[in-house]
């Protein structure tokens, strides 16, 4: 049974940083894409980041881009989010997803994680 599990969600003030952790079971991730969406209340799943677990290759939206950091650790099929200077419009459910082909659509998605919440204070 595939299981994506995230964990480091929680409170934090504007300008803070928090660290996301998402480690995946059940099946070979290393050629998969693995990394994040989020979803603030009222608004669509977005994209926010992804890396493939067998190389370095990453994506990141515009949004996050220079605030954000996928990082992975292939033999543990883990990926981490480093944020940075959040901001209040950073507050959502985050979400773990792997896919088998890179995409930045929630719809492409393989396997997904229950999420966890991040809330930035101003």
């Known amino acids: 049974q595939v299981q994506l599990v995230e964990s480091g969600g929680g409170l934090v003030q504007a300008g803070g940083s928090l660290r996301l952790s998402c480690a995946a079971s059940?099946?070979?991730?290393?050629?998969?894409?693995m990394g994040w969406f989020r979803q603030a209340p009222g608004k669509e799943r977005e994209f926010v980041s992804t890396?493939?677990?067998?190389?370095?290759?990453?994506y990141y939206a515009d949004s996050v881009k220079g605030r954000f950091t996928i990082s992975r650790d292939s033999a543990k099929n883990t990926v981490y989010l480093q944020m940075s200077s959040l901001k209040p419009e950073d507050t959502a459910v985050y979400y773990c997803a792997a896919n088998s082909d890179f995409s930045r659509s929630a719809k492409d998605m393989d396997y997904w994680g229950k999420g966890t919440l991040v809330t930035v204070s101003s």
């Open positions: 890396t493939r677990l067998s190389a370095g290759i990453t």
């Open positions: 059940g099946r070979t991730f290393s050629t998969y894409y």
